[in-house]
């Protein structure tokens, strides 16, 4: 007696999990969350004068929204770089060598992106991948008497006056020797 009362709980018990096994899988699956995919950015960090990419330029990846720095790395030989494993969001990529200008840009992504940056040598006016040359203190001179316009290439020491004096004394010095523009 006691056997078949143990064997009708079994089986009573076994209804009740039948009987609910669709409330708790429906009950489970309410509460899915499906997260994103992890995304990737590559790109290529080149020269300016002839799309020839530069190594072990900085990289980073900040998060748009909290300004927080999610990624570094720097450029392998031929400057490529590639940041993975991260969520779809907005962003800025900058890119940042020692004697170049910084370039950042704002990227969404959504899914894997590319994002190809190239950076001005700084002091290179003319575009010819030399830094400081004649060329370059000709037009610096040109620039400050106004006879041609400048950009933000031309604000050498970073005072927000495009082609001013002291921009014209640093290139000076440059185009001795006596300084390297950074």
Request: avoid cysteine; charge should be negative.
């Amino acid at each position: 007696m006691e056997q078949s009362n143990r064997t009708m709980q079994i089986i009573i018990m076994s209804l009740v999990v039948l009987a609910l096994l669709p409330s708790l899988v429906f009950a489970a699956v309410q509460h899915v969350t499906v997260l994103p995919a992890p995304t990737i950015i590559t790109g290529q960090i080149t020269h300016t004068n002839n799309n020839a990419g530069i190594p072990d330029v900085s990289v980073n990846l900040t998060n748009a929204t909290t300004m927080n720095v999610v990624g570094s790395t720097t450029t392998n030989g031929t400057g490529y770089y590639n940041f993975t494993n991260f969520n779809a969001g907005d962003y800025y990529v900058k890119a940042s060598k020692i004697r170049y200008w910084d370039n950042t840009t704002a990227v969404n992504v959504t899914a894997d992106e590319t994002v190809n940056l190239s950076l001005w040598l700084v002091g290179d006016l003319n575009n010819n991948g030399i830094s400081a040359g004649i060329g370059d203190l000709v037009l610096m001179n040109r620039a400050v008497l106004w006879e041609i316009p400048g950009d933000w290439r031309w604000d050498l020491n970073r005072n927000g006056r495009i082609a001013g004096i002291g921009d014209l004394v640093l290139m000076n010095r440059a185009v001795l020797g006596e300084i390297i523009l950074t």
